[in-house]
């Protein structure tokens, strides 16, 4: 079964752009979690979508959004982008039951987000 | 305040020995506390998850125990590997059902030597 993957792996973007990052599940998965990791706040959790709806959200502001699509796959989208967003964003996946806190989360490669 | 961290920070050992990471937390309602091993620029890989009744569990040369009196879990492996060096992260559950309820570590980097 391939894993959870993530494109592109690396993206460089100016100050003021927006951005979209792009996250497949393994097979099967219908939770789709995003998480944000930085030296200094090490991982932060930004949202979760399943069947196509955010069940929750932390504490990001409103410039960082997503949606799932029926095929479960997940975009996220971070508009005026900030030297401060610079990060690696992680995907995971999660099938038992349905519910991230209580199963397995299957974590992708992450995509390294760089903002000049 | 939900946190939870851990000790050391950093840990460089030889091939071969074992080693012991902690992680201390005070998280309410305590829900499950899982272990993740991160190589770097890859994401976390799960290496165990113990409920509030589980004191010990395995994977491999990796054991994960949790003293739920005392909030305080220790990551031990044994007969280290070069491929053991990477960053482990505690994380915990404050009830929920999602993520918004992880509170994770920081992290302790482990470094393997030959």
């Known amino acids: 079964k391939a894993g959870v993957t993530q494109t592109p792996r690396y993206l460089i973007k100016t100050r003021g752009q927006q951005v979209t990052l792009s996250c497949s599940p393994i097979s099967g998965h219908r939770s789709v979690s995003w998480y944000q990791q930085t030296p200094g706040q090490g991982l932060q959790f930004l949202f979760e979508?399943?069947?196509?709806?955010?069940?929750n959200k932390g504490n990001f502001p409103g410039r960082f959004s997503g949606r799932q699509f029926s095929n479960s796959r997940s975009e996220m989208n971070v508009s005026t982008l900030e030297l401060g967003d610079s990060a690696l964003y992680l995907c995971a996946s999660s099938s038992f039951p349905e519910t991230p806190a209580y199963g397995t989360q299957y974590f992708g490669p992450g995509t390294r987000l760089t903002v000049l | 305040k939900n946190q939870v961290e851990q000790s050391p920070q950093s840990l460089i050992i030889l091939e071969g020995k074992n080693c012991t990471l902690q992680c201390n937390y005070t998280v309410s309602p305590f829900s499950n506390l899982r272990w993740y091993k991160q190589d770097t620029g890859r994401g976390p890989v799960s290496l165990t998850i113990?409920?509030?009744?589980?004191n010990t569990k395995s994977n491999g040369r990796y054991t994960a125990t949790l003293d739920a009196d005392t909030k305080q879990s220790s990551l031990h492996i044994t007969a280290s590997q070069l491929s053991d060096s990477a960053s482990y992260i505690c994380v915990v559950t404050a009830g929920g059902l999602y993520g918004q309820n992880f509170v994770f570590g920081p992290g302790t980097r482990l470094s393997v030597l030959p």
């Open positions: 979508y399943f069947s196509e709806t955010q069940r």
């Open positions: 113990m409920t509030f009744s589980e």
